[in-house]
């Protein structure tokens, strides 16, 4: 079935460094892609819609310029971490949808990406 | 915006009993998710609800929507340790929207 895969699965970095992290669509195409953060025994908090070919959505409180989303292609959206400091270590996790399935289809997660910056 | 409040927060159940998480939520559901996370893991899908009064099962775990289509509850019965883990509802905000709110999350321990 559809799957959708993020890499790395965990990451640590210094604190200043910029760190990517990738999410991909295994065999669907999805021109838009959600990514989330999770911390330490909380739900999950939606960061922003990542729009294939165009500027991502964020919603509000999450700062542009800190993670930066490029959706280059159908099948690839990206989150960029910059300039990390360690308050931003967290969980964050990415989901798609199979255009195939329709409304009622799967919303498919990856298995996340753990980033520790010290 | 939609809030989704789940509840217990925890739960620590004895291997082979039933139990019930409940999912509230602050305006009506258009479509009502269920997952199951391990700590540090992604989210495996459950199940998705959404017409009122909709019941859908898999396996053990039966999930529900209520007529008002505002409060959905997961019932597993005869628990084993598989089904530990973490609980989370997720609701969207109508057809097309594929961006969800989560609830709070409910932490399921089994014991032997």
């Known amino acids: 079935g559809a799957v959708v895969s993020q890499h790395p699965s965990w990451v640590i970095c210094k604190s200043g460094t910029s760190v990517k992290i990738e999410c991909r669509s295994l065999?669907?195409?999805?021109?838009?892609m959600f990514w989330y953060r999770q911390f330490p025994k909380q739900s999950l908090m939606l960061m922003a819609t990542?729009?294939?070919?165009?500027?991502?959505?964020?919603e509000q409180g999450v700062e542009k310029d800190k993670f930066l989303i490029n959706h280059a292609s159908l099948t690839l959206s990206t989150l960029t971490v910059t300039s990390a400091h360690p308050e931003d270590s967290s969980f964050y996790i990415c989901?798609?949808?199979?255009?195939?399935?329709?409304?009622?289809?799967?919303?498919?997660f990856g298995e996340g990406s753990r980033l520790t910056v010290l | 915006s939609q809030e989704l409040e789940q509840s217990p927060q925890s739960l620590i159940v004895q291997e082979g009993k039933n139990l019930t998480i409940n999912c509230t939520s602050s305006k009506t559901l258009y479509g009502l998710y269920w997952y199951k996370q391990k700590y540090g893991e992604g989210l495996i899908f459950l199940m998705m609800?959404?017409?009122?009064?909709e019941e859908k099962s898999h396996e053990k775990i039966t999930a529900k929507l209520d007529e008002k289509k505002q409060q959905s509850s997961l019932h597993i019965t005869a628990s084993q340790p598989s089904h530990a883990g973490i609980y989370l509802c997720g609701a969207d905000e109508g057809f097309g929207n594929e961006k969800l709110t989560f609830g709070t999350g409910t932490r399921l321990t089994i014991i032997p």
């Open positions: 065999d669907f195409q999805a021109t838009t």
């Open positions: 990542s729009n294939e070919g165009s500027k991502a959505t964020y």
């Open positions: 989901s798609a949808r199979d255009p195939r399935a329709g409304y009622t289809g799967e919303l498919f």
């Open positions: 609800l959404q017409k009122g009064g």
